[in-house]
């Protein structure tokens, strides 16, 4: 089976400027996380679909993120406007049940400049 | 509170030597889920290993092997004749059974190993 997919795998934005990341879960996986590590501190939960709703988004750092899962399918994160301090990688993580950690996609690095 | 922990911020060995990656986790709940991942340098998050908070028997997968202990809180990482391939950064990190599914991971700050030929 396809694995979790993401892209861009590499971004360079400017400060101010628009990112969008997306994630491509794997196929059936109902439930989507999106995690990140920026400037080399421990990886952090930032929110977690079931389907196409919200079932937690506690770790959204700010309002400047905002997450979609539109159809229960793909998600994407957008960053607008991105700030230095969001340079980092961002995971996407899938699971076909609760209990999540075995599906982690290749991440998506972004650098804000 | 959950809280990883992983005191060993960088390792260095040399191959063939065995290396152990400790990790000390805190949890107010019972049933628990405990990981272990590999960041090589290409990036991505490879999954190596999920332990429930029920079964403590240790794991062995070829050189690796994992030693978790419930009475000290911890859930050890140990690479045996350890090669070049094995560099990388190791996350542990800590999952809770909550009431409608799993609370998202925690993540320790990683340890990152070098191993040298």
């Known amino acids: 089976e396809a694995g979790v997919t993401q892209f861009p795998s590499h971004s360079v934005i400017e400060k101010g400027q628009t990112v969008t990341l997306r994630c491509d879960p794997i196929?059936?996986?109902?439930?989507l996380y999106w995690y990140r590590r920026v400037m080399g501190k421990e990886i952090k939960f930032l929110l977690h679909f079931v389907k196409e709703s919200k079932q937690d988004e506690s770790g959204m750092p700010n309002n400047r993120f905002l997450a979609e899962r539109t159809g229960g399918t793909y998600s994407t994160l957008k960053v607008q406007p991105a700030e230095l301090e969001d340079s980092g990688v961002y995971f996407c993580?899938?699971?076909?049940?609760?209990?999540?950690?075995?599906?982690f996609g290749e991440g998506s690095w972004l650098t804000v400049v | 509170a959950q809280k990883v922990t992983q005191a060993q911020t960088e390792i260095s060995v040399v191959e063939k030597e065995d290396v152990t990656l400790d990790c000390v986790y805190e949890t107010r709940d019972t049933t628990y889920y405990l990981f272990w991942y590999k960041q090589p340098p290409s990036g991505e998050l490879v999954f190596l290993i999920r332990?429930?908070?029920?079964?403590?028997q240790n794991e062995i997968s070829g050189r690796y092997s994992w030693n978790f202990q419930k009475s000290t809180s911890s859930f050890n990482f140990t690479i045996t004749a350890s090669q070049v391939v094995d560099s990388a950064v190791y996350f542990c990190a800590l999952s809770e059974a909550g009431n409608s599914g799993n609370t998202p991971l925690v993540f320790g700050k990683g340890t990152r190993l070098s191993v040298i030929a």
């Open positions: 332990r429930n908070s029920f079964d403590e």
């Open positions: 196929s059936g996986h109902d439930n």
């Open positions: 993580a899938s699971s076909q049940d609760y209990i999540q950690g075995r599906h």
